[in-house]
Structures are given as C-alpha cells and as structure tokens.
C-alpha cells in the first residue's frame, strides 16, 4: 500500500513537507512521482525521482520551490514559497521506469492523496 501524507492548510508563503511511504513492499527499488489534481481541473506532474535518487525532475510551475528527495523507504516533496494555486490533493505514484516521467500513464501504481490548502 502506498500512501501519502503531511498536508494540511498552511498560509501562502508558507511550507510544507509531504511524504509517501509504502507498506508490503519497498520503494528504493522503483521510480517514484507526485502529481496534483486541483479542483475541476485535470491531474498535472510535480515531481519526480528515479529509484537511485541520481535524477530528479520538476515542474516548471514549482521549479525552485519545490524539491523531491528519498531515503530507503519514504520520498519526500519539500514545498516552499506556497501559493494558493498550489491548493491541490497530492498523490504519489510508483514507476518501474528508471528515470521519472511527467506522464501520469508511466506509473501503474498510486496511493491515497493528501490535501493541500494554501491560503491568500
């Protein structure tokens, strides 16, 4: 089971950590993205790192806000510099892809999502 956590409602500005981690399996072995749905709008990329950690790509939207990490068994998605349209529910993915994709169809695998809210 793989499973997103760490949002909440944080004021624009502000940060937060979000963090996806596994149960039944591990995930240094695998590709792992996070991608955010926004209310009536279509699910769009973040973030993505490869299964060694070496590469790491990011959305132009929060390129230099955002930043993806992992340790053995958790990624992480450090988010900085909040803005309200950044209000979205955030889900990560697992890719047996050996670099990360922007294309949610590349990854097979997703968990439950976590709510962001960025207040103005």
């Known amino acids: 089971q793989l499973q997103a956590s760490g949002g909440g409602l944080v004021q624009s500005g502000g940060s937060l950590r979000l963090s996806c981690a596994a149960s039944?399996?591990?995930?240094?072995?695998?590709?792992i993205g996070w991608f955010r749905q926004a209310p009536g709008k279509e699910r769009e990329f973040v973030a993505a790192?490869?299964?060694?950690?070496?590469s790491t790509s990011t959305a132009d939207s929060v390129k230099g806000r955002f930043t993806i990490s992992r340790d053995h068994n958790t990624v992480y998605l450090q988010m900085t510099s909040l803005k309200p349209e950044d209000t979205a529910v955030y889900s990560c993915?697992?890719?047996?892809?050996?670099?990360?994709?922007?294309?949610?169809?590349?990854?097979?695998?997703w968990g439950q999502g976590t709510l962001v809210t960025v207040s103005s």
């Open positions: 039944g399996f591990t995930l240094d072995q695998f590709t």
């Open positions: 993915a697992v890719s047996r892809r050996s670099y990360g994709s922007d294309r949610s169809y590349d990854y097979p695998y």
């Open positions: 790192i490869s299964w060694r950690g070496d």
